[in-house]
């Protein structure tokens, strides 16, 4: 979407620079507060980067992992005040900017390779 | 007649927002201003109250001596877009010409807000996408007739189709009011005004920002601000 450059403006205004750079593939633990009435507390989720959007702070991107041998997604909006902190696992060597095809993977087909340099 | 306080802006676009607790707020924005008193018509003079407001600059070259003369009179440089606001006398006696509109002044956040504007013009549309007609069946041999709204009648009574059927034709490029959109943010610096909701029109599309007509109001007819 073009956004004119006011749009901009306010749209960085909005951005969180301290969260640490990843990309597709790479796994990640997802610190994010949860709040329950008055009270929030923070929640881990951990897993592999299987998309990401950029589209300024209206970016976002989709973790997956499996959770009792069934899988969960989560997209999470990237500079959202409810994300805590992000760490980064390890990161992943891919080939897509997708990787929908880990949806049809199981068990150890379902791997990323780890990069090694990283 | 709407007599509620407001100003003219322009459409600049929507955008996202989040709230210190992290809730997304889906706005859109508008540039409302610099926008100045031109004149005022009084209750004594023209029978009525109302601001006269100017908005955006034109070239001197391109405006003619009349219109001209309307700003040179309240001394300022000419506007382009100038839009007369009916408004109570105790709104107007706020306001002078020459003065520029505040947006704290006018809004607080929270507050809802009307929003008139020109919805973006489609030109002659069919009625599948002017009215939501389903059209007809691709397969089992249809021909020809696929996007078409079926009857428009019955044959001997009336023997005419009947008025305001819903049928192919302009869409769009009318004049649309929305009603109670929240005030999500104001930037007075940068004369910008924050909306949840969507409003009508093209980006840089003109629309007149007023408070809710139908906002729910508190005991004693206040505003309520939530």
Known sequence: ?118 | MNTNPGIIGRKLGCTQLFTPDGTIQRVSVIEAGPVVVVSKRTQEKDGYSALILGFEERKAKHTTKPVAGIFAKANMTPKRIVKELRCSAEFAAGYEPGQVMKLEDLFTIGQKVDVRGTTRGRGFTGVMRRWNFKGFVRTHGTHEYKRHGGSIGTNMTPGRTLPNLKMGGQYGDETVSVLNLKVARIDSEKHLIMLEGGIPGSKNGLVLVRHGIKAPRAKGGKLRTK
């Open chain 1, 1 to 118: 979407m073009n956004t004119s450059l006011k749009l901009a403006e306010i749209e960085s205004a909005q951005l969180r620079s301290e969260l640490p750079e990843f990309r597709v593939g790479d796994t990640v633990r997802i610190h994010y507060k949860i709040v329950e009435g008055d009270k929030d507390r923070i929640q881990v989720f951990q897993g592999i980067v299987l998309k990401r959007r950029r589209a300024g702070s209206r970016s976002t991107f989709t973790v997956r992992k499996l959770s009792f041998n069934i899988g969960v997604e989560r997209t999470f909006v990237q500079h959202s005040p409810r994300i805590d902190k992000i760490e980064v696992v390890s990161h992943g060597v891919v080939r897509r900017a997708k990787l929908f095809y880990l949806r049809d993977l199981k068990g150890k087909k379902a791997r990323v390779r780890d990069r090694k340099d990283a």
